[in-house]
């Protein structure tokens, strides 16, 4: 009898204990984990690359750049500085005319300035220059072998002798024959009557990317000096500005700006070559020799390397070891000095 009470005390108890724990496992609802949704990472945005390029400048367009470039023969007498547009223009060459005074031959493409002057006369070398990169060429006067080529129709162009007060208009604020401008319009006017095309760009210079300009090398060359002669009224100077990475110019210790906007020229690449001068005529009318290469120096963001210029298809770039040398993205002043006395006896280069 004892042992039946036991056993059912027995089974009582763990049918209890079964009933807790049934109970304490259904306690609660049970809280359903949320899924981990993995998130791919972002990719970096890709940079937009431009579908085109400018020739002289390398620097690139959404739109298209095929348009025919304007050279422009600028003058660089101390009573017409500062000049108006140069600070617009792709490439500056600057080359000794008559006596001590350099001229300009400004040539605009990727941009185009409102008003461009003083215009000064040709001279067959720049026409030369002007032909090679397919240029519309704008002058005021000729030298003898000069107005023979313009003559010849060998260059489109349009000359201040022929459209004085109309085209090309003078300043009353200087005398001439330091006074004659000419707008980008009228340039345009004046192709249009012409009937001058103004398609078609000039070849591509060769040019580094924007990353490859960073690892350029070279001498330090912060500072050059180009000394003319010594009364010193063409001598330049270009300091590079390690802030922006690009050159301010000097014309004496005066930099170079816009007459108008008073902006100053900045450039990237500083381009200095030799060549042959010879006198043709009393009036110290010269021959120079841009086709057969020669001795130069290049400066690119405060670097200096002495290279060779090569005229290539009417065009004067650098080259080194027979491979030409790629310009730094932007603006280029070339200056051209004579064999005699030298490049090293005109050009001084300091850090």
Not at 143 to 169: H, Q, R
Not at 256 to 277: C, G, Q, R, Y
Request: overall charge positive.
């Amino acid at each position: 009898m004892k042992m039946k009470k036991w056993a059912f005390f027995m089974i009582a108890f763990l049918l209890l204990l079964s009933g807790c724990s049934e109970k304490e496992q259904v306690k609660g609802p049970v809280k359903k984990e949320k899924p981990v949704t993995q998130t791919e990472p972002k990719q970096p945005e890709e940079q937009q690359v431009n579908p085109y390029f400018y020739p002289l400048t390398g620097v690139g367009s959404k739109v298209d750049t095929d348009t025919r470039a304007v050279a422009v023969m600028v003058n660089n007498h101390p009573k017409a500085r500062p000049q108006s547009g140069l600070t617009k223009a792709d490439i500056v060459y600057e080359i000794l005319a008559e006596g001590d005074i350099t001229r300009f031959l400004a040539v605009f493409q990727s941009e185009k300035p409102a008003n461009i002057g003083p215009v000064r006369s040709a001279r067959d070398y720049y026409i030369y220059l002007a032909k090679g990169l397919n240029a519309l060429y704008i002058a005021h006067g000729y030298s003898p072998e000069a107005k023979e080529i313009l003559n010849g129709n060998y260059i489109d162009n349009l000359n201040g002798m022929v459209y004085d007060g109309t085209l090309f208009k003078r300043s009353k604020t200087r005398r001439a024959p330091h006074n004659s401008y000419i707008t980008y319009q009228n340039i345009l006017k004046g192709a249009k009557q012409k009937k001058y095309s103004m398609e078609k760009g000039p070849t591509p210079f060769k040019f580094f990317t924007k990353e490859e300009s960073k690892n350029i090398t070279g001498a330090d060359a912060s500072t050059v000096k180009i000394t003319y002669s010594k009364g010193g009224i063409s001598n330049s100077m270009f300091k590079f500005d390690a802030a922006t990475g690009k050159y301010k110019r000097f014309s004496g210790d005066a930099q170079t700006v816009d007459l108008d906007s008073k902006d100053p020229v900045l450039l990237d690449n500083i381009f200095i070559i030799e060549a042959k001068h010879q006198f043709i005529d009393s009036y110290g009318r010269r021959d120079i020799d841009l086709k057969s290469g020669g001795k130069a120096y290049l400066l690119q963001k405060g670097k200096v390397n002495q290279v060779e210029w090569k005229n290539k298809s009417g065009e004067l770039v650098p080259v080194k070891d027979g491979v030409e040398v790629p310009l730094v993205q932007g603006k280029t002043w070339v200056n051209v000095v004579p064999t005699k006395p030298g490049l090293e006896n005109i050009v001084t280069l300091t850090k």
